[in-house]
């Protein structure tokens, strides 16, 4: 397909967005309508974009090629990301935090535990770990959709960065989360049209069923790359061999750090209080599950399969036709599907990046402009939103900032890291906020700083996938990482600081209210 | 199962398959239903 082509698909694409976003501008009068759309947000829509916001780029070409290379075992984190994700998250952790937050009148995630627990040191220290640790996360996903728009159109990365940057930045600044959510309901349904027609097309051409290519892909273990096999892998059916250095990574840090981590992410707690009752939420499970399934499901699923079409094709398993695997999806895509296909998967990346990235900014927009600075930008007006809006340009240059400054091995870190100091950091005292009442002040405040410093203390000298690249532990110990004996080292920091952090909670909060009674 | 002998893959196949059946019946039994669930600050003002 020709570039200009291309370019005349994209361009309609960000008019389209352009126009979501004016719609979103046109409807916010206040700070309630920019933060939290007036806590009237149509349930399709707000589940579309739970989804969305959810999955990003990686989980489409990163995770795509991890199932590719590794194989089926990845289809755990599927199914967590549906479990927990959104059974859990939405019936468990949703119906009460959309209570709670009607009840304190809560805009943001850290309102909502600051209020909850009377303490407005909560706000600021949740808020600061959002400000500080998400445009991490969010540097990820930009370069992500720049190196996409890079490639796919032959331009330089710099302007690549700078155009996608701008773009999202337009949208999300001007039209709040209205903005952000109409055009992650646009985006959403790309992404699912896209993956179901990857999944039907893909046994179209290999001209066999569900059962068969299980079968065939079974059949060819022994293709498994040498190098491969002594980290533990089994063939593409079959899960590493327990204990394998593949195993922990899969296991802990993927299923377990990704898949706990998401209960407790900031962009997508938020989206609970935007919803009008509980009715909303219960049809939201119905939503986010067949997304989620439709979406994560069939790139995993077709991803692990991939190896049978570079096989018959090239002769070779897909981790032999191309060695970076982040690089598998998009020659699978560009051998196995039609042509026109490519530039409507392209607009399916961009979209998972973008929706992505707005909720994001947003929400980092929120922890500075609402949390933070509350004053800032409200002179006599305290239903303005400049304040975010301004939180949100923040956000943005930071993010564009980290973007440069950081190597690619810590920034390709992100996303896990930020998910792990969230989980182990959050939950604990958001869970107790929702369900036991005798979680205290003093034991909330325990147990983030416990979460957050146990997380930071197990990523910078524990945890080799990270201490590594980061190398403060060799610089002050002259080793990678303290303990150097597996397998210490491949264990998730989650592991280590999760628990921590919820034993915490019990204790202090046990030992605070006896004081107090 | 499914073309898949090693248990550990076709169970999460099986159950991301069963997690879907439960999210349908449960978006369409609940669709229009409000519950009474109540947050811990709801029962202490009530206390």
Redesign the interface.
């Given at each position: 397909m020709s570039t200009l082509t291309l370019g005349i698909i994209v361009i309609i694409y960000m008019f389209v967005i352009a126009w979501l976003g004016y719609l979103g501008y046109k409807q916010t009068k206040n700070a309630s309508d920019y933060l939290l759309g007036g806590r009237k947000v149509n349930p399709i829509i707000m589940a579309l974009s739970y989804g969305a916001t959810f999955i990003s780029a990686s989980a489409i070409v990163g995770f795509g090629g991890v199932a590719a290379t590794f194989?089926?075992?990845i289809?755990?984190l599927?199914?967590l990301n549906?479990?927990m994700g959104?059974?859990v998250a939405f019936?468990f952790f949703g119906?009460?935090t959309r209570?709670?937050g009607e009840?304190?009148n809560a805009r943001t995630f850290p309102q909502l535990l600051g209020l909850?627990y009377k303490s407005r040191s909560i706000q600021i220290f949740i808020a600061s770990i959002i400000f500080i640790g998400m445009p991490l996360y969010a540097a990820v996903v930009m370069k992500g959709g720049a190196v996409f728009i890079e490639q796919m159109f032959h331009i330089d990365l710099h302007l690549a960065l700078l155009i996608f940057t701008l773009i999202v930045a337009a949208y999300v600044i001007t039209g709040g989360i209205k903005g952000v959510l109409y055009t992650d309901a646009l985006q959403a349904v790309i992404m699912f049209v896209c993956m179901l027609f990857l999944l039907f097309w893909f046994y179209h051409i290999m001209d066999m069923g569900?059962?068969?290519?299980?079968?065939r892909?079974?059949d060819i273990a022994p293709m498994v790359p040498e190098r491969f096999k002594s980290l533990g892998h089994?063939?593409w059916?079959?899960?590493p061999i327990a204990g394998s250095p593949q195993w922990y990574t899969l296991v802990t840090s993927l299923i377990l750090g990704v898949g706990i981590g998401c209960l407790a992410q900031p962009q997508l707690v938020v989206r609970f209080m935007m919803v009008e009752?509980?009715?909303q939420l219960?049809?939201g499970?119905?939503?986010?599950?067949?997304f989620l399934?439709v979406t994560v499901?069939a790139i995993y699923h077709v991803g692990a399969l991939s190896n049978l079409f570079f096989l018959k094709t090239e002769g070779v398993v897909a981790s032999e036709a191309v060695k970076d695997m982040d690089k598998i999806i998009p020659l699978f895509i560009n051998k196995a599907m039609p042509e026109w296909f490519g530039a409507v998967f392209m607009l399916c990346i961009l979209s998972a990046s973008m929706s992505t990235l707005s909720a994001q900014f947003h929400t980092m927009g929120a922890a500075f402009g609402a949390d933070a600075f509350p004053k800032l930008g409200r002179g006599k007006n305290p239903s303005s939103t400049l304040g975010v809006r301004i939180g949100v340009l923040c956000s943005i240059l930071v993010s564009y900032v980290i973007c440069y400054a950081l190597s690619a091995s810590i920034i390709a870190r992100g996303t896990a890291l930020f998910m792990g100091i969230c989980a182990a950091t959050f939950l604990p005292a958001y869970f107790c906020?929702?369900?036991?009442?005798g979680a205290t002040r003093q034991g909330a405040v325990a147990s983030l700083w416990v979460g957050g410093l146990a997380s930071l203390f197990a990523m910078l000298f524990l945890h080799k996938a990270e201490a590594a690249p980061v190398g403060f532990c060799k610089a002050l110990f002259g080793q990678d990482v303290l303990i150097d004996v597996y397998p210490w080292y491949a264990i998730d920091p989650i592991l280590f600081a999760l628990p921590l952090s919820a034993i915490t909670i019990v204790l202090v909060s046990l030992v605070t209210q006896r004081k107090t009674v | 199962m499914?073309?898949?002998?090693?248990p550990?893959?076709w169970l999460?196949?099986l159950?991301?398959f069963a997690?879907?059946l439960?999210?349908?019946w449960?978006?369409?039994t609940?669709?229009?239903?409000?519950?009474d669930?109540?947050?811990?600050?709801?029962?202490?003002s009530r206390e």
């Open positions: 194989g089926m075992g289809q755990w599927c199914l549906m479990f959104v059974v019936i119906r009460r209570k709670l009840e304190h909850h569900f059962i068969e290519a299980n079968q892909l079974t089994q063939g059916t079959a899960m009752s509980t009715k219960n049809r499970v119905l939503i986010g599950c067949v399934i499901g906020s929702l369900y036991w009442k | 499914f073309g898949i002998s090693n550990g893959i999460a196949y159950l991301a997690c879907l439960f999210s349908i449960f978006g369409i609940t669709w229009n239903k409000e519950d669930e109540k947050t811990n600050s709801t029962k202490e």
